[in-house]
């Protein structure tokens, strides 16, 4: 079964460092994954996604994740936060990826991110 | 112009209670989703429906009962409203039930509050 783990449920940074979130899954086909956004009191936008093309997926916003497939690793990044990036960010995996089918989205519990000036 | 809509936004009401939440569509998907989000942000499925059609009902309490009049609308009814019930409820929209090609469109949500 698929299943998605975000190391770090909140993340503080200062305006203009790295951000890293951090995003392991298990699944037992090729996954699909995704980063979604939301900010508060919104739905979730999507940021990025990887569907088996580049492994380095950029997204919008200035994010952007790599797929590593030997680490079973899909960090996000982003090279200087914005106080505007302050929102709940959450990967997902797709329960069939590749296999096709009727798929449904397997969320991870979610990050914080706060940007302080 | 909003591409998943739901209303209410927000929705306040009594244990026992029964009570519906709607949701449409504009972009013209063929597959729709309730999600639930507990208290702590998690997130997990609830209903999928293709062309009307219910393909994904995980191990929801059957208080909870889905309709999609068209494939356009997929409205979420609750009957006998109990405190664990409380959580925003998200529906989302997609074209086709895999995620290649496409992406899942979130709505605003709605906040229910159970007292």
């Known amino acids: 079964a698929q299943s998605v783990t975000q190391l770090g449920s909140h993340v503080s940074v200062s305006e203009g460092a790295l951000v890293l979130l951090r995003c392991n899954y298990s699944s037992s086909v090729p996954p699909y994954l995704f980063w979604y956004v939301q900010y508060p009191n919104q739905g979730l936008q999507l940021l990025l996604k990887y569907t088996s093309a580049a492994t380095l997926v950029k997204g919008i916003n200035g994010f952007e994740a790599e797929f590593k497939k030997s680490e079973t690793s899909f960090h996000l990044t982003k090279p200087s936060a914005h106080m505007s990036d302050a929102a709940e960010y959450f990967c997902a995996v797709s329960d069939q990826g590749f296999s096709g089918g009727y798929n449904k989205l397997i969320f991870g519990a979610g990050t914080r991110l706060a940007v302080h000036p | 112009d909003t591409a998943v809509s739901q209303t209410p936004k927000y929705l306040v009401t009594q244990m026992g209670n029964d009570k519906s939440i709607k949701c449409e569509q504009n972009l013209g998907h063929d597959t729709m989703y309730w999600y639930k989000q507990d208290s702590k942000k998690f997130l997990k499925i609830m209903f999928s429906y293709n ?27 609750i009957n006998s409203l109990e405190l664990g019930d409380s959580a925003v409820y998200f529906c989302a929209s997609s074209q086709g039930g895999g995620f290649m090609n496409t992406e899942a469109f979130f709505g605003q949500g709605t906040r229910l509050t159970v007292v």
Do not use: C, Q
């Open chain 2, 51 to 77: 062309n009307k059609e219910l393909i994904i009902n995980e191990t929801v309490p059957n208080r909870f009962s889905p309709k999609s009049p068209d494939k356009a609308h997929l409205n979420l009814h």
